[in-house]
């Protein structure tokens, strides 16, 4: 999709309840070393997303405030598995950070559920969309497979 495709439809189509914009990443993600738990280094995807999505897409929230978790910049939601592997366990995960490519600390503000194996849409880094940037998220010639919009229509 163009990537100023979401502001527009939320802009322009007022029978949208909800839109949100995803946009898929990859990079590295480090997280330090803690106790007896040795530094974690692995590539991994990660989405950046409105908070939005969590009203489209339903998940299970196992710690954090849906509606608060990706309101700010340089924020992350992990899924359990993921919180696990990097805090030992998840109810550990919140307030602590991890690091994307050497670049940016990312704050964790929630743990999700993790989505079914069979899911076409496996997250487990999920960044605050106020984090992305690139000049061509103004631009409708920027189209890109990794970029998407998800809406929830109004009830009439």
């Not at 007022?14 to 990443?25: D, G, L, T």
């Not at 007896?36 to 954090?64: A, C, H, M």
Request: neutral net charge; proline residues 5%.
């Amino acid at each position: 999709m163009p990537r100023p495709l979401a502001a527009a439809v939320r802009n322009d189509f007022h029978q949208m309840e909800k839109v949100a914009a995803i946009q898929e990443a990859s990079g590295i993600i480090k997280v330090k070393a803690s106790g007896s738990k040795p530094e974690i280094k692995e590539t991994s995807r990660i989405y950046y997303t409105e908070p939005q999505f969590f009203d489209i897409i339903k998940v299970n929230w196992l710690d954090g405030e849906p509606h608060q978790a990706l309101s700010a910049p340089n924020t992350v939601v992990l899924s359990r598995k993921l919180a696990d592997k990097y805090f030992g366990q998840w109810k550990n995960a919140v307030g602590k950070s991890i690091n994307f490519d050497n670049k940016t600390d990312f704050k964790v503000t929630g743990v999700i559920e993790d989505f079914p194996d069979n899911s076409s849409f496996p997250v487990g880094v999920v960044v605050s969309y106020l984090t992305y940037k690139d000049e061509s998220l103004t631009s409708w010639e920027s189209v890109s497979s990794s970029s998407e919009c998800y809406v929830l229509l109004k009830k009439v």
